[in-house]
């Protein structure tokens, strides 16, 4: 090797480098760098999360066994929530995105997959920011609460989310067109045998964001801030919590302050309202830009608020959903914005709040709160063969996208319960016993199961003969719903 060719290949290295944090995970191809564009970046290494990543299955399972080990799951989320959120060194129309931000959404991927673009989600350059979808999660519409009558509040827009895949994943899926029905009828099963598509990476994380609109016509966004679980059991969707915080758009708010809920009633006190108030900048926010804000109005129609999106309209971070293919169940990790982050309501705890990786989360990111769900019950039980006979379940859910979700009537059926007959509301519900319900029955990707927390045998015939199962991820499944709505 001659010295220019070696100079170039070291420049080469130290781009790499710096789109992916030197990262010990593999990847797909790397695209080169354009101005106004975005590289999917890696999972950062330890140096940036503080965790092995991807951990060892025997040892994640380890941690299920004996003994919950709760210090280390906890730990563990937080080191995957760090590298999440952790800055990617890329601007995109000059702000700084963090390494969430620069991964593909499941939209683009369809699109390529649909195209005929098998490898497109192995070298991706986007163009753009995810768009922003109201959520799909078993018809659970976003709340157009217009508050009126009330200055200096603004109009708020709803919550909105952006289903996106790390590249291993995006990889993946394009390379096995699993967006696609014809795709996924080669894993279609005989009526009396259970189908499945090829399991995802190991390094595999796949996440739902879910964002917060507001529009900045004056200084102060109110937004919905969960408290708790109600104390009996029901549907508590975030227009029925009457729990507030205010984020003040010019940051003029003390560093540190811990604002107080206040209740809608409240919010005409001067006195009360400063108490509520918190600066924008403790939350992960971007500002709409025209494109975006002319995708959503077009896209959404009367039901997510047509013509009422403009550039500037500002989407806050409120909670995100995070799995990682480590163990074959996945992992699941969920996380939420919270007034009080060392004290943070149920489904998370102070314990949780206390337990951090070796990374200090800095910021923003520190102002969220995490709950997980590594196990459906314990103790542990095999992938198929197991009970719910003296077994404790693990409730584990967002308060912003489960809290509202039960038996009524807009959502599907709810799985017989064998943990607990009683359990069917979302805040009795666990990310891992929802997801292995997702699947495909060939001609009808409308068909959605909802079970809360229990034991679900992943060779149960009951439940899946004449299915194929989607390897836990809706997310599959959501894009066949939205081709079939668009069909229409």
């Known amino acids: 090797m001659n010295i220019k060719t070696f100079f170039l290949s070291g420049i080469l290295f130290l781009l790499i480098c710096f789109f992916s944090f030197c990262s010990d995970s593999p990847k797909g191809g790397t695209p080169v760098v354009v101005a106004d564009t975005i590289v999917p970046a890696a999972f950062p290494g330890r140096n940036v999360t503080g965790i092995k990543f991807p951990e060892d299955t025997a040892t994640i399972l380890g941690w299920m066994t004996n003994q919950y080990d709760t210090a280390s799951i906890y730990n563990h989320a937080w080191g995957i929530w760090a590298g999440l959120t952790a800055q990617s060194g890329q601007t995109f129309q000059g702000d700084s995105i963090r390494i969430f931000e620069t991964w593909p959404g499941i939209?683009?991927?369809?699109?390529?997959?649909?195209?005929?673009?098998?490898?497109?989600?192995?070298?991706?350059?986007?163009?753009?920011?995810?768009?922003?979808?109201?959520?799909?999660?078993?018809?659970?519409?976003?709340?157009?609460?217009?508050?009126n009558n009330i200055n200096p509040i603004d109009n708020n827009l709803g919550f909105f989310v952006s289903v996106s895949y790390d590249p291993i994943a995006a990889c993946f899926a394009t390379s096995t067109s699993i967006f696609s029905e014809t795709a996924l009828a080669k894993y279609v099963p005989a009526s009396d045998k259970i189908g499945s598509i090829p399991s995802f990476p190991n390094t595999a994380i796949t996440l739902k964001p879910v964002y917060y609109l507001a529009k900045v016509a004056d200084n102060l966004i109110q937004?919905?801030?969960?408290?708790?679980?109600?104390?009996?059991?029901?549907?508590?969707?975030?227009?029925?919590?009457?729990?507030?915080?205010?984020?003040?758009?010019?940051?003029?708010?003390?560093?540190?302050?811990?604002?107080?809920?206040?209740?809608?009633?409240?919010?005409?006190?001067?006195?009360?309202?400063?108490?509520?108030?918190?600066?924008?900048?403790d939350f992960i926010y971007f500002d709409l830009d025209s494109s975006m804000a002319a995708y959503m109005s077009s896209e959404q129609g009367s039901q997510g608020g047509a013509n009422q999106f403009a550039k500037g309209d500002i989407a806050i971070l409120i909670a995100m959903h995070v799995a990682t293919k480590e163990i074959s169940n996945w992992t699941w990790q969920t996380f939420f914005w919270t007034p009080d982050p060392a004290n943070p309501p149920f489904p998370s705890s102070m314990y949780a709040?206390?337990?951090?990786?070796?990374?200090?989360?800095?910021?923003?990111?520190?102002?969220?709160?995490?709950?997980?769900?590594?196990?459906?019950?314990?103790?542990?039980?095999?992938?198929?063969?197991?009970?719910?006979?003296?077994?404790?379940?693990?409730?584990?859910?967002?308060?912003?996208?489960?809290?509202?979700?039960?038996?009524?009537?807009?959502?599907?059926?709810?799985?017989?319960?064998?943990?607990?007959?009683?359990?069917?509301?979302?805040?009795?519900?666990?990310?891992?016993?929802?997801?292995?319900?997702?699947?495909?029955?060939?001609?009808n990707p409308n068909e959605v199961r909802y079970t809360a927390n229990q034991y679900i045998d992943l060779g149960d015939p009951a439940l899946y003969n004449g299915f194929v199962k989607l390897d836990f991820a809706w997310s599959i499944q959501a894009t066949l719903i939205n081709d079939l709505k668009k069909s229409k």
């Open 107 to 147: 939209q683009e991927l369809q699109e390529m997959v649909q195209s005929g673009n098998t490898q497109g989600g192995c070298a991706i350059l986007k163009t753009e920011r995810n768009r922003l979808e109201i959520p799909n999660q078993f018809g659970h519409a976003a709340k157009m609460n217009q508050i």
């Open 223 to 281: 937004v919905p801030a969960w408290a708790g679980p109600p104390a009996v059991a029901q549907d508590d969707p975030t227009n029925d919590w009457n729990s507030f915080i205010f984020a003040d758009v010019t940051n003029s708010q003390p560093s540190g302050k811990v604002p107080l809920r206040i209740t809608q009633n409240g919010i005409s006190n001067r006195d009360s309202l400063k108490l509520a108030t918190i600066n924008l900048n």
């Open 353 to 443: 709040a206390r337990i951090r990786s070796t990374v200090t989360l800095k910021g923003a990111a520190a102002h969220y709160a995490v709950a997980t769900a590594y196990a459906m019950v314990l103790p542990l039980q095999p992938i198929s063969g197991g009970t719910n006979t003296r077994v404790n379940g693990i409730f584990g859910y967002n308060p912003y996208l489960e809290a509202g979700l039960g038996q009524i009537s807009n959502n599907p059926p709810n799985i017989t319960n064998a943990l607990n007959s009683t359990y069917k509301w979302g805040i009795q519900s666990n990310c891992m016993s929802c997801h292995a319900l997702a699947t495909y029955i060939p001609g």
